[in-house]
């Protein structure tokens, strides 16, 4: 079984600063890793995901996030945020194996962009 | 316009009353799941189907529904056996694969039992 932990559930910013939201995973598999973003009453959205090869991986809009499989860890950063990154994000995992896309989520981090 | 839709928006329901949640996507997409979301709580997996006529509990299956008759459809039972049933429910699909492939969320329905 998988468990993903986001360390802090509420993360206030300035405008351009900087942020990192936490997420640690726990698996006895290797897994695949996702950042989905949820803005207020929507639906989820894919950030990015990381499914092999350079443990950076980076999203359109400035986000990047380094999968560390030594520290079981796939933490989001971004240099510079914007009021718009006010959103919830959700870190979460699938095993590699079984075929199936059941995703296991993190219970969520608020990003709260202040001016 | 490829997507996910879910109806209603908004649904409210008396104690005792079964309710149906609406999932239809047209996006070709072989598995669609049901989640549920509560604040602080994250996303837990109701139920998910991989192929039409075939579907699996998830984590919170208890006191919920569901049928795959139609590859684009996923409808939601909520019974009035589910003790707690307040929440925003979010309906995904995503395309046939080895995994790793990305989920597409619907916009929710946000239930609410009076």
């Known amino acids: 079984a998988q468990s993903v932990t986001q360390l802090d559930s509420q993360v206030p910013v300035f405008e351009e600063a900087p942020v990192e939201l936490r997420c640690n995973y726990s698996?006895?598999?290797?897994?695949?890793l996702f950042w989905y973003v949820q803005y207020p009453n929507q639906g989820l959205q894919l950030l990015l995901k990381?499914?092999?090869?350079?443990?950076l991986v980076k999203s359109i809009n400035g986000f990047e996030a380094e999968f560390n499989k030594s520290q079981t860890s796939f933490h989001l950063r971004k240099p510079s945020v914007h009021i718009s990154d006010t959103a919830e994000y959700f870190c979460?995992?699938?095993?590699?194996?079984?075929?199936?896309?059941?995703?296991?989520f993190g219970k969520g981090t608020k990003l709260t962009v202040n001016p | 316009d490829g997507g996910i839709t879910q109806s209603p928006k908004y649904l409210f329901r008396k104690e005792g009353q079964n309710v149906t949640l609406s999932c239809e996507q047209n996006?070709?997409?072989?598995?669609m799941y049901w989640y549920r979301q509560d604040p602080g709580q994250g996303l837990r997996l109701i139920y998910y189907?991989?192929?039409?006529?075939?579907?699996q509990k998830g984590d919170i299956a208890e006191g919920y529904s569901v049928s795959r008759e139609k590859k684009e459809s996923f409808p939601l039972t909520v019974t009035s056996a589910q003790k707690n049933p307040t929440a925003f429910y979010l309906c995904?699909?995503?395309?046939?694969?080895?995994?790793?492939?990305?989920?597409?969320f619907g916009p929710g329905t946000r239930l609410t039992v009076l």
């Open positions: 995904a699909s995503s395309p046939p694969g080895t995994g790793g492939n990305e989920q597409f």
């Open positions: 698996s006895s598999v290797s897994v695949y």
């Open positions: 990381y499914l092999s090869g350079s443990t």
């Open positions: 979460a995992v699938t095993p590699r194996q079984g075929g199936s896309e059941k995703l296991v």
């Open positions: 996006l070709n997409h072989d598995a």
């Open positions: 189907s991989q192929i039409v006529n075939d579907f």
